[in-house]
């Protein structure tokens, strides 16, 4: 049951929603048909990714419903995919309360409302680095930051797993989608990898309500020294995800993957929260280590956004004290927490992988008191 009302609502919304996002791409895609500059200064919300983000655009732009139909389709399933496989060997009626727990939350919600691509970025990368066989990872997650720059992250993932391969696939998947931006934009090229992106501000202002990085963070709460401020919050979060994944080098690749997802949101320049879809996962995730105050923190923060109700569209509704700088920046604080716990020794108990994602990746399955470097 609560699947299908969680099904419902998110039909709901992706039919209801106002799109506004997607129309970026497929007017990017537009234009490059067209000839014209897809960066070209307009006065709606600008084009910001990759050029090679804009050829999918154009690909977008000739079946507008379908693609809208698959991005929502997409964002649905490699969220509800990601939350059960943190889980480990979860039963029906958990997988299917996890699955809906996963789709109601927030950023999958938004990302339905807005027609991101942001299911479609997050589906490669699990796809890549859960069920493709070892020999062949890297290359979608490349593929992904082609599309978006922030699943460069997730090289952290082969770097502390030690596996050079997958690492240099990544690195060949994200060249091969510049080489194909350039033969088909080079100008336009040039332009973003030259200047575009090198500027944070382009996409939209850093100290909105919505942006739950640590930039954000700083942007509203130390305006005056925000640059400084997160520069240093970055290097905090960066120890405590580098320990974290040390801690789990050797366990199913879902946690590595979560805690380079959790990394790159956290120290990204901007990270609305439609980009927070792994939240539920990490959710889940920090439940089954039985790190019960945690994950209600970041279950409840994944499915009410107190920054919008509290923080954002009234952002005096707890005062100017400490509680509302935490409803306004909830996000990137259940972020932070989660990392945090991350970072101690995981339990005995959860060292089981997702049975889905092990029937997929026999590697993923690791039995107590082994390892798994390649995984």
Sequence with gaps: MACLVAGALAGWVAIRGNHIDFEVYVRAGARLLDGRDPYAARAELPFTYPPF???????????????????????????????????????GPVALLLVAGGIASEPVLRSLHLGQVNGLVVGLVVVDLLIVPTRWRGWLTGLAAGIK???????????????????????????????????????????????????????????????????????????????????????????????????????????????????????????????????????????????FVSAVVVATVALLAPHWYLGGVLPGALGAGALGAAAANSMALAGILALVTLGLRPSRTSHLASSYAAEASPSLAVPPGTGNATA
Excluded: Y
Excluded at 263 to 290: D, F, T, Y
């Design 149 to 291: 720059l922030t699943p460069l992250v997730f090289v952290l993932h082969p770097i502390f797993r030690r596996d050079w391969a997958m690492l240099v696939r990544m690195l060949a998947g994200l060249a091969a989608t510049v080489v194909a931006g350039a033969a088909v934009l080079p100008a336009a090229s040039r332009r973003f990898w030259g200047d575009l992106v090198a500027d944070p501000g382009r996409v939209g202002g850093l100290g909105f309500a919505d942006n739950q990085s640590l930039r954000g963070v700083a942007e509203r709460l130390v305006p005056n020294h925000a640059a400084v401020v997160w520069a240093l919050a970055s290097l905090v979060v960066l120890a405590l995800g580098m320990r974290a994944l040390a801690l789990r080098r050797d366990r199913p690749a879902i946690e590595s993957v979560l805690t380079c997802g959790l990394i790159g949101l956290l120290v990204s320049p901007i990270s609305w929260s439609h980009h927070w879809l792994m939240l539920p996962a990490v959710a889940a995730l920090l439940l089954r280590e039985r790190r």
């Design 53 to 91: 983000a804009a050829i999918l655009g154009a690909l977008m732009s000739l079946a507008q419903p379908i693609a809208l139909a698959m991005l929502a389709l997409l964002t649905v399933v490699s969220t509800s995919f990601a939350t059960v496989a943190s889980w480990g060997t979860a039963s």
